[in-house]
């Protein structure tokens, strides 16, 4: 099993200010921050502030402090700056935009019509046949026709992930090689239909 022993690492705190820092964003703020110091790597800490309905500034800075009364510093994020910033993840939509976009030209993402009561028609569905829920690909090769009628409908749009077909397998430093098949994971939403990113 290969390790970190010798190599400095880049680890990311990046927390959704929706109210206060939970101990579960403790936890993994105090564990990235002394993994980056004893591999003399670095901790990057970016807000993750696109959820607009529920992120104040109040969150945002009460996030800043505890993680300052905690006694953590930060190598690149707010207050310190970087070579990756911005550190507001609402600051870094242009480039969230053209990604997406690159994605969708590239075929590797579509956009998804789907409303809400349709998508949650087909999870009731699929819980009622015993099948895992999820999104079932709909969206995923509509016609020109197809898109120019969701569009005359005026419906909004999200950016969807196209899974390729296939699996993936990687080596976890603690569990070892990990493989997964590409069918269980849906096409998952990369950007909301505002444009605003989704976990990224």
Known sequence: ????????VKVRFAPSPTGDLHVGNIRTALFD????RHTGGTFLFRIEDTDTTRVTDEYINA???????????WDEGPEVGGDNGPYLQSQRLDIYTYWAQKFIEQ?????C?????????VREAQRASNQAP?????????????????????RGAVVRMRMPDGGTTFNDLIRGEMAFDHKFVPDFVLARAD??????
């Open 195 to 200: 444009g605003s990113p989704l976990y990224t």
């Open 1 to 8: 099993m290969s390790t970190t022993e010798g190599k400095k």
């Open 33 to 36: 921050w002394a993994y980056a």
């Open 63 to 73: 996030a800043i402090d505890t993680l300052k009364w905690l006694g953590l510093d």
């Open 107 to 111: 075929r590797d993402a579509y956009y």
């Open 113 to 121: 019509y789907c409303s809400p009561e349709e998508l949650e028609a």
């Open 134 to 154: 999820g999104y079932n690909g709909h969206c995923r090769d509509l016609t020109p026709d197809q898109i120019s009628a969701y569009k005359a409908q005026d």
